[in-house]
């Protein structure tokens, strides 16, 4: 049987490349996403004509409730859930004393409360099966911090903390645990930056490209391969040179 994973985010992205990059390593593969039903439904099209099989989960990752209900469903359709991708995210650029407790909070609960909801729902079940893979997508930001990003930045290195922590813990049951941190990737999340500021960082970048969703899923490919199989708790850094 085709080992199983959950993307959350998926419908476009970084997460839709994970689905199909997983899809071709050979895994079934659920599709989370919040809103983007049509984009989501693009990935499952793209996903079929890949010969993959999979299914589509709309599930908002900060509502705890939704994130079982949805890991009872990928669990009740295929029985297991092998691999878990916790990539859905958002940004905001803001300087630190225009935050409000609310845009702080929102950048906690989709990095942060939502791994600890999607975690906490799967991982019973490989500790069971004394296996599994958990890969979560935290960023440069959380390795080094970027000013006007305190609260993603905040976000994304308790995410690291917690790929960390949880490796050490649940290495023992037979589940690896990493983290993935890249650098300037061109998706919709940079949609707000200028044609200049984006050839900007392109120069900045030692390797002088922006990323592009298909180096993070290699990351996320690897370490979910049975070549990573003595690695647990690190981040691997599809960065160009960024961040050294
Ligand atoms: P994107 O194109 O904006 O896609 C974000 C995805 O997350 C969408 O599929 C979106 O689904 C989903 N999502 C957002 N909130 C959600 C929620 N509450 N529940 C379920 N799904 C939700 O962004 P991306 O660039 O692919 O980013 C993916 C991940 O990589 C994020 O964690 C991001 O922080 C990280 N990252 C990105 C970059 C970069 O430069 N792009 C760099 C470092 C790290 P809907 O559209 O349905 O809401």
């Not at 996403?33 to 996903?47: H, P, S, V």
Request: aromatic share 4%; glycine share 10%; net charge neutral.
């Amino acid at each position: 049987m085709a080992p199983v994973a959950l993307i959350t985010g998926a419908s476009r992205g970084i997460g839709r490349s994970i689905a199909l990059r997983l899809a071709r390593d050979g895994y079934t593969v659920v599709v989370n996403y919040r809103a983007d039903e049509r984009a989501a439904k693009d990935t499952a099209q793209i996903l079929q004509a890949l010969g993959a099989d999979g299914m589509l989960c709309q599930a908002d990752v900060t509502d705890e409730q939704a994130v079982r209900r949805m890991v009872a469903a990928v669990e009740k359709a295929y029985g297991r859930i092998d691999l878990l991708v916790n990539n859905a995210g958002t940004a905001e650029q803001a300087l630190f004393t225009d935050l409000t407790t609310a845009s702080w909070g929102a950048m906690m609960d989709v990095h942060v409360n939502a791994a600890f909801y999607t975690c906490s729902a799967v991982l019973p079940g490989m500790i069971r099966r004394k296996s599994g893979n958990v890969v979560n997508i935290a960023s440069m930001w959380g390795q080094v911090g970027a000013s006007c990003e305190v609260h993603y930045s905040t976000a994304k290195a308790a995410l690291i903390g917690m790929t960390k922590a949880l490796a050490k813990e649940v290495a023992p049951s037979g589940i690896r645990v990493n983290a993935v941190a890249p650098g300037a990737i061109d998706t919709a999340m940079m949609a707000g930056f200028s044609e200049e500021d984006r050839r900007a960082i392109a120069e900045e970048t030692p390797l002088g490209r922006l990323g592009k969703p298909e180096d993070v899923a290699a990351a996320v490919s690897f370490l979910a391969s049975t070549d990573a199989a003595f690695i647990t708790g690190q981040v691997i850094a599809p960065n160009g040179g960024l961040v050294i």
